[in-house]
């Protein structure tokens, strides 16, 4: 996929379609940008997910609460079967709760958390994420090209610490808004593990964020996973009793 992006920025560059005086700012500089438009100290949000697997599609609706990188609940809202269920992330803890017919909580950790959720193509570790990119990774500025018209910064990122979900990833930015369009993620062995691809965007203030992102596993069967962001909510303060194991029964 990377190899497509180069030969777009290639083709751009050939028919004068690239603004060769454009400054191309750091790769730190470009981390920090992104940062500061997609990370929120605190999120109140509304999703749901389409799975496009082997045997069909199926969509599942939940609410989520994000405050830090370490504190995170979601509760699924439907369909039925699931209705009820919820996911909680303390630390670098994750437990499931399954309501009926066992009442149970589950405890997620180490490699579990790069399992599938709900059969999807998210890892617990995917859907739980909220660090900003800038306390993950370095990152390379390698060229800029078009994508749909808009002009895009090629960033290559390598991680600085042991507890990231993936060693390199290489994303291609939009330069005017932010916000990550196409992202490749890999493990050190260099073998590809995930594609996103981004669809849809929303405005939040003078902010641009995700709509529809379609996550692909690469390792996976399937047709990739569109997660859509349905309403979002930075402003309302999280109340401290939500995000704790207590009250997954609740």
Known sequence: MM?????????????????????????????????????????????????????????????????????????????????GKKMLKLGNQVWNYIPEPTDRIIAISGHLLRQSVMGSDLSYEDITENHRLEDMYRAVVDGDTLLDGRRCLLLKLTANRDDVAYYARRILVDAERWIPLREERYAKSGKLLKTTRLTEVMRLGTRWYPKRVVFKDELAAGGGTEYIVDAIDVSTPIPDYLLTKAALRK
Not at 4 to 15: Q, S, V
Not at 52 to 80: F, K, M
């Open 3 to 83: 190899k497509e992006w180069l030969a777009l920025g290639m083709l751009a560059a050939a028919f004068g379609f690239a603004d060769a005086t454009a400054q191309i700012p750091s790769g730190a500089e470009v981390l920090r940008r992104i940062d500061e438009n997609m990370y929120f100290e605190s999120a109140i949000q509304t999703s749901h997910m389409i799975i496009h697997g082997r045997s069909g599609s199926r969509t599942l609706e939940s609410r989520s609460w994000r405050r830090g990188v370490d504190s995170a609940l979601t509760e699924y809202l439907s369909p039925p079967r699931e209705k």
